[in-house]
């Protein structure tokens, strides 16, 4: 079975500019996670959909972040204009969205502004 | 609103010494509990998790957990410690009433000496 996949694996940008990342998650699994994992810090949830619908995005930072999720499978999370504060592993997971059913994690973007 | 707190960012075992990491959950109802575990430049890997249906669980790699209702406890332990399991380790919590999104801990470094 295939894994989560994001790319790219590593970005390096100036402040000020925009980055995209990409994940393509389990097949039919229905939940999708974004997560930013500061260095030395658990994931914190950013947005969690289900389908194609937003279930939490309560820790967005909506005036620069933004995700969506085509057609309920592949998402992409935006970063415009990034700040110094948002080098981070970015961790995209995937769950069937039953409540006990593990997430399965991509291997992250990290991410660099400099 | 759920959180989970990991007591000791870094917990440091020799080679063979029991392994012992700790986790505590705020929950207002039984929540589902989970340990995960990263290796360096990798996304996370389920170890266990608990769903009610036994209050002792097994995961991989030797590691299990003990659900402790009364202490909103879940612990992670392992006999003997070996090499290989140097990583950092996170206790998750999802339930009903948040939509099952999953909450990290801040995690704890295991470091193993020889």
């Known amino acids: 079975e295939a894994g989560v996949a994001q790319s790219p694996r590593y970005k390096i940008i100036e402040k000020r500019q925009s980055v995209a990342f990409w994940c393509n998650p389990i097949?039919?699994?229905?939940?999708l996670y974004w997560y930013q994992q500061i260095l030395g810090q658990g994931p914190k949830l950013l947005i969690q959909?289900?389908?194609?619908?937003?279930?939490?995005d309560s820790q967005l930072p909506k005036d620069r972040f933004s995700a969506e999720r085509l057609k309920g499978v592949d998402s992409t999370l935006k970063i415009q204009p990034a700040k110094l504060e948002d080098s981070a592993v970015y961790l995209c997971?995937?769950?069937?969205?039953?409540?006990?059913?593990?997430?399965?994690f991509g291997q992250g973007t990290r991410l660099t502004v400099v | 609103a759920q959180s989970v707190t990991q007591l000791g960012s870094h917990v440091s075992v020799s080679e063979g010494a029991l392994v012992l990491l700790r986790c505590n959950y705020s929950?207002?109802?039984?929540?589902?509990l989970f340990w995960y575990v990263q290796y360096p430049n990798q996304g996370l890997q389920l170890l266990l998790k608990?769903?009610?249906?036994?209050?002792l669980v097994k995961g991989i790699n030797g590691f299990e957990a003990e659900f402790k209702k009364s202490e909103t406890s879940f612990h992670l332990t392992k006999p003997s410690a070996h090499m290989s399991d140097a990583a950092e380790y996170f206790c998750?919590?999802?339930?009903?009433?948040?939509?099952?999104?999953?909450?990290f801990g801040s995690g704890t470094r295991l470091l193993v000496r020889p």
């Open positions: 997971a995937s769950s069937l969205g039953q409540p006990n059913t593990e997430a399965f």
């Open positions: 608990y769903t009610s249906a036994a209050t």
């Open positions: 929950s207002s109802v039984p929540p589902y």
């Open positions: 097949s039919g699994h229905a939940t």
């Open positions: 998750a919590v999802s339930e009903e009433d948040s939509s099952y999104k999953l909450i």
């Open positions: 959909f289900q389908n194609n619908g937003v279930v939490d």
